[in-house]
């Protein structure tokens, strides 16, 4: 019976060896056929593998925002101030193995100097080496030094600066510039992707992205005159004069402070406009300094709770508080508690919109202002005089408010 099995076995294994003989012989094409399905099947896989790589962020997707960054980041410049500052006193100078070791005092019997560093961002808007950057970043600076996405450094000169928004202007000269387009607010809603440039915590520049949150921020007390882009782009200590850029590559803002309980960024920060940024460098370079319209008033926000006290009927507007003596305002005629409610036409509806307004008309020129006294509506024309420059603040101790938190 085995012999049987073995001998049906042998005999299969030859008709099959003889066929495939056969096959191969005389239709060699037939086994061809087979091993070109077997590679079709394959060829597929392959051409993934090939294609993935381009999926998650290669130089043509449609979610890269590598050609803006790469337009605008070599004219976003590292802004390094210094100024000689003295050291506190050392609590361990009274610990003579101390003084031993490390020095007691100079021969003049000062303490020992130290220059303090101050770390921020800028950029370059115009190919003849001006910059914008934050006046803080600058502030008391005796020398300024400027760092080029490209390894080239040198000093600038401080062209001007304007407290009340907080910008400054720098001046270098180099050949070659990168310079950044400016783009228009017109153009900018919320919800649109931008980019944040800079140096933060000096690791080197650096792009983060994230959308505006908000447009036209006021009441934060960080400037006098407040517009600010709100963005939920990563901004850091560091990042202070860098570049907010749209999706294009063009500067939107100039990023100023963040909202950080910590020092680090949680999601919202401040850029000063570039409709504000263009106006502050047209009028620095053409003057020195920022000329704006002013006319004597302490004003007040007119609140609800306000009118009621009062007896109002108005409940927006910005109230007189009190009157320059023989500044502009007072010359027209206003007086403590009237309700300032349009200048040529533009309405006021709290304090923040009276100064804006206010300061946006040209020294020397008469303006039309509209106000209730007493429940009656009046109209009185104001010579607007020149805003005296804010008084000087103290200057901060070493060390402290280095960045201004963005």
Known sequence: MLRRFWLFFAQAVTVLLALMFIISTLKPQWLQHQGQFGRQLAEPIVALREVAPGIGGGHHA?????????????????????????????????????????????????????????LGSGVIVSPDGYILTNQHVIDGADQIEIALSDGRTTNAKVIG???????????????????????????????????????????????????????????????????????????????????LVDVNGNLLGINTAIYSRSGGSLGIGFAIPVSTARSVLESIITTGTVTR?????????????????????????????????????????????????????????????LLNVIAQIRPGTDAKVHLERKNKDLDLDVLIGKRPPPPKQPEQEDGEGDDNGG
Not at 88 to 111: A, E, I, V
């Open 293 to 353: 319209g002013w006319i004597g008033v302490e004003p007040q926000d007119v609140t609800p709770e306000i009118a009621d006290s009062f007896g109002l009927k108005q409940k927006s507007g910005a109230i007189v508080a009190g009157v320059l003596q023989g500044g502009p305002a007072d010359k027209a005629g206003i007086k403590p508690g009237d309700i300032l409610l349009s200048v040529n036409g533009e309405e006021i509806t709290d304090t923040t919109r």
């Open 62 to 118: 449609e979610d890269s925002y590598a050609d803006a960054a790469q337009k605008a980041m070599p004219a976003v410049v590292n802004v390094f101030s210094s100024k000689d500052g003295s050291l506190p006193p050392d609590p361990r100078q009274n610990d003579p193995l101390f003084r031993y070791f490390f020095g007691d005092r100079n021969k003049n019997g000062k303490q020992h100097q130290q220059p303090a560093a101050n």
């Open 161 to 243: 600066v304007d407290p009340e928004t907080d910008l400054a202007v720098l001046k270098i000269n180099m050949p070659n510039l990168p310079t950044i387009t400016l783009g228009r607010m017109d153009q900018t809603r919320v919800g649109d992707v931008v980019l944040a440039i800079g140096n933060p915590f000096g690791v080197g520049q650096t792009v983060t992205m994230g959308i505006i949150s908000a447009l036209g921020r006021n009441h934060l007390g960080i400037n006098t005159f407040e517009n600010f882009i709100q963005t939920d782009a990563p901004i850091n200590p560091g990042n202070s004069g860098g570049a």
